[in-house]
């Protein structure tokens, strides 16, 4: 029998990788590829990816395109010599659904006229080489670039404060997001750029593009990513008038592509490049593409209010499902890319594991055993002393460009350092999760109906750093053992999408991909009594932030 296969492609920062998922066994990825820009594709000189200038930071828009078809002629290869990731072989044509994750916030500048190359592609003649001119800009920003700080400010003030502009999309004006890079290219690049742009994509909906031939609309999840975003109204399908016209005036509307769609919607089938070039089957449907952060949540997983994901890696991320949401100053909420109902709310911080290195590296000898063992030597609340450690410029809370550390007594004095570094240990790991509940509780993530946390990244493996995670959330937590949850997800999001389009209507997220797919692995349950600790000790966590990021931003 014929297995029906689906392709998920992430395209992210560093790189490019595929994931391909069998209908008959969802839990094991079939084929797995991946290439990196600094070392696949080193004549375009970028350094992780990227072109660094100051606050400036941009890709090249056709590094992605040649990317994407080297990683094809390498899984094309691979489909010939008959070795796939599981030994279990894969055919191009019997993928019936493709769909991708991309980076969020990045920008792609379509020139006047390129739809016409993008409608008649020859599969002769690589990507990269066949749209070289179809591009008003070729260097694209991307999220790591915080160089719009003035026209964040002029959007809130527009807006009449951050408050109200994070009611309207979701988020108060982020540095990286599309409409403030957006309003930027306007004001400093207009007549170069804007005036000859008929497009603009995000990375995730520039290479659904791709693969359907002419342009596709932006998904109603990565879309609030943009701040030009609707998100309560219409289930967030809606740009926001206002933050539209200031940003970009009237004509970013068509620029922009009428309306947004829910990140399930089948939008058509996969263009001739693909069939010809690669053996694709031409019926093979293009599900929505998404953000690398809505495709993890798939990826890993969440299917209902109350599911919660912590990524621990060089950054720390936290994902929650959200029924309702609040959006609030800090953190983010995005529509649902499962569910287009609901929520999921978002939240970013810089200071991940560099800062639980460096306090490993100073008190205990870089050993995470006696990380694991100092943590647990001293009590869950850490006798009340509390700490910050911001070695970089804070997201979440934003400390603007500043930095710093600063310790708490129990009584909520400042002090310059504690009389054990024990307490450093606890402190630097019970405040980050105190951080995580409190702006996740502000965006309207409810504690209480918390049911699962699944923790990903390289400190998960750490169980005492999980079971401080456990006590102060109240809730069982799961790891999982998976190399890359944007691509898996976006496999997953395509079988979903795929299963809706049959269906002509939405069929929940959880029928089509069942939890049990997932092999989670409970690593611990919230200590009798613990959590009340906590529950005692935000109030005091909130106040000495809040002081610490006022002393950085006065
Ligand atoms: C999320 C964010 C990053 C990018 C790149 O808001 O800026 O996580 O999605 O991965």
């Known amino acids: 029998m014929t297995s029906h296969l689906f392709l998920g492609i992430d395209s992210s920062t560093q790189g490019m990788k595929a994931s391909i998922i069998s209908s008959k066994s969802l839990g094991t990825v079939i084929h797995y590829r991946a290439i990196n820009f600094d070392r696949d594709l080193p004549h375009y000189k970028t350094k992780d990816g990227m072109f660094t200038n100051g606050a400036q930071v941009q890709s090249p828009t056709l590094m992605w395109l040649e990317a994407l078809d080297l990683l094809l002629s390498q899984m094309m290869e691979d489909q010939i010599q008959g070795t796939s990731t599981s030994g279990q072989p894969f055919r191009f044509s019997d993928i019936v659904a493709i769909s991708g994750s ?14 016409m190359n993008l409608n008649s592609l020859d599969s002769n003649v690589p990507l990269a080489i066949q749209l070289g001119y179809s591009f008003a800009k070729m260097n694209s920003p991307i999220w790591a670039d915080s160089s719009t700080g003035d026209q964040c400010a002029s959007l809130e003030e527009k807006m009449g404060g951050p408050m109200n502009v994070a009611v309207a999309t979701g988020s108060r004006a982020y540095e990286r997001f599309t409409g403030l890079q957006i309003a930027k290219i306007k004001q400093l690049e207009e007549k170069t750029v804007y005036d000859q742009c008929e497009r603009i994509s995000l990375v995730s909906s520039f290479m659904c593009s791709i693969f359907l031939g002419k342009y596709a609309p932006i998904d109603t999840s990565d879309g609030s990513g943009t701040n030009l975003n609707n998100i309560m109204a219409n289930n967030g399908i809606d740009w926001h008038n206002d933050a539209v016209e200031h940003c970009g005036g009237v004509e970013l509307y068509e620029k922009l592509g009428s309306k947004m769609v829910p990140s399930h919607s089948c939008l058509g089938q996969i263009s001739n490049y693909f069939v010809y070039r ?18 993890s949540l798939a990826g890993v997983g969440l299917q209902q209010p109350g599911d919660v994901a912590v990524s621990m890696g060089t950054s720390d991320c936290m994902f929650t499902f959200m029924e309702n949401a609040t959006p609030g ?33 100073q008190y205990c000898n870089g050993n995470w055993e006696t990380f694991a063992t100092m943590l ?18 804070e997201i979440t809370p934003s400390t603007g460009n500043k930095c710093g550390t600063q310790r708490f007594s129990a009584d909520g004095q400042l002090v310059d350092s504690f009389s054990d570094p024990c307490i450093d240990v606890r402190a630097v790991v019970e405040g980050k999760f105190m951080a995580m509940r409190h702006f996740g509780e502000s965006i309207g993530m409810d504690i209480q109906s918390c049911t699962k946390i699944i923790a990903t990244g390289g400190a998960s493996n750490n169980n005492a750093i999980l079971q401080v995670m456990s006590d102060v959330f109240g809730c069982n ?7 890359d949850s944007a691509s898996l997800g976006a496999a997953f999001r395509a079988l979903h999408g795929h299963v809706c389009h049959k269906s002509k209507s939405f069929v929940k997220y959880k029928h089509v991909i069942p939890p049990g797919v997932f092999g989670y692995n409970l690593a611990c349950i919230p200590q009798e009594g613990v959590t009340k600790i906590y529950d005692g000790l935000m109030e005091m966590f909130v106040t000495c932030q809040s002081k610490f990021v006022k002393s950085l931003l006065s």
């Not at 991309?102 to 739809?115: D, E, F, L, R, T």
């Not at 937590?477 to 190399?483: P, R």
């Open 102 to 115: 991309g980076q969020q916030h990045g920008s792609v500048y379509w020139k006047k006229g390129a739809s």
């Open 278 to 295: 690669y053996g694709f089957s031409p019926s093979c449907n293009v599900i929505s593409w998404s953000g690398d952060n809505p495709c």
């Open 329 to 361: 100053s800090d953190g983010h909420v995005l529509r649902n890319p499962v569910d287009p109902l609901s929520f999921m709310g978002l939240l970013c911080f810089k200071n991940g594991s560099l800062v639980r290195e460096n306090i490993s590296n």
């Open 376 to 393: 647990n030597s001293t009590p869950p609340g850490n006798n009340g002393h509390i700490a910050l450690y911001y070695d970089s410029p």
């Open 477 to 483: 937590v799961y790891t999982l053992d998976q190399s």
